[in-house]
């Protein structure tokens, strides 16, 4: 997996997430002076609590992988462990964007990146369900970089997102605003309406392998000839 974060060393690592914190750090401590002076608290509770849903991937991740909590099956798809028969995939958190998309890529390139190493992710974890006979697993997940019609194309059932999984999309509103912009190449603001959640299993997923590759194939191929 080609990923700048995980290619470092350990205290390589570490001084990322130092520096990290004390970005995060130096911009809550004049927000904490201004709502010293002025009264208004709300405002330094709002700073810490946007603050922390945007820097906690870069900490959450790293120890959720190492524990195995988080299994990585491309470098822009993870999924956790499975539990009571469920696997909840993810399309990478901003750690990733920040140490895997190209800075040189263009806004369409990089979408085109995205989804590729998306397809990528879906096919390597079909095929460690396969692996370990575990293709009855039941998949779940939530995403903007697939449309509807390329989900339902791929074997993802569209579902509507309950009000828990709203809520949280809501309190990382500023992430995903940063993720989204970083995909683009520019102020992205995303259409929370316009995220969608799936379901599948991993058996219908195997039914559509032959276009899932093929898919994969073609962005593929788009990337390298367009570099």
Known sequence: MNHRFYSKTVKEQNRVQI??????????????????FSGFYFLILLSIAITL????????????????????????FVTEKEREGIIKIHGGSLIDYVFVID???????RTNFILQKYLEGILNLIT??????????KITGT???????????????????????????????VNILISNSIAKRKLAFPK???????????AELI??????????????NSLANSL
């Open 143 to 173: 995403t903007y970089i697939l449309n509807a019609r390329t989900a339902e194309k791929i074997g993802l059932e569209v579902i509507k997102t309950n009000n828990l999984q709203k809520f949280i999309l809501t309190f990382n509103y």
């Open 128 to 137: 460690a369900c396969e692996e370990q006979h575990n293709t009855a697993v």
């Open 19 to 36: 520096k990290v914190a004390l970005v995060a750090l130096s911009l809550n401590l004049p927000i904490l002076v201004l709502s010293i």
């Open 192 to 202: 929370l309406n316009n995220i969608k959640t799936f379901e599948s299993h991993i």
């Open 103 to 109: 800075k040189s890529l263009t806004g369409k390139q």
């Open 207 to 220: 039914k559509r392998r032959e276009f899932i590759e093929g898919l994969n194939n073609k962005l593929k």
């Open 53 to 76: 849903s945007v820097i906690a991937p870069f900490f959450d991740s790293p120890t959720l992988k190492k524990n195995g909590r988080l299994i990585y099956y491309s470098s822009l």
